[in-house]
């Protein structure tokens, strides 16, 4: 059965750090391109970061540059994002998603989410004081 599951979300306060982790079972993720997406109330889905399958390069939106950090562990078939100087504008439910198989080339704003594949149930990610 082919499934994405992530964990780690939860409250933090602003400045602080979460790691979110997807756990991919069914399919090799090696295969896929991989990215985060969060969807905040009243508000779009929007990309956050992807790890290209094209060329093994990550890209992260503006808003989270400097701050996320997206990496695989190969022999665990898992990603993870590594948040930190966490803001209030943070604050999302959060998902990773997965498209392929291929090498297929990602930007954190391109493909749009309906060209991704799998999808995990998404987890929360509460930042405040």
């Known amino acids: 059965q082919v499934q994405l599951v992530e964990s780690g979300g939860g409250a933090v306060q602003p400045g602080g750090s979460l790691r979110l982790s997807c756990t991919a079972s069914?399919?090799?993720?090696?295969?896929?391109?991989v990215a985060w997406f969060r969807q905040a109330p009243g508000k779009e889905r929007e990309g956050v970061s992807c790890?290209?399958?094209?060329?093994?390069?990550?890209d992260h939106a503006d808003s989270v540059k400097d701050r996320f950090t997206l990496y695989t562990d190969r022999s665990k078939n898992m990603v993870y994002l590594q948040m930190n100087s966490l803001k209030p504008e943070d604050t999302a439910v959060y998902y990773c998603a997965a498209r392929g198989p291929g090498r297929l080339y990602c930007r954190a704003d391109a493909p749009s989410e309906h060209e991704y594949d799998y999808w995990g149930q998404g987890t929360q990610v509460t930042v405040s004081s």
């Open positions: 790890l290209s399958s094209s060329n093994g390069l990550t």
């Open positions: 069914g399919f090799r993720l090696d295969d896929y391109s």
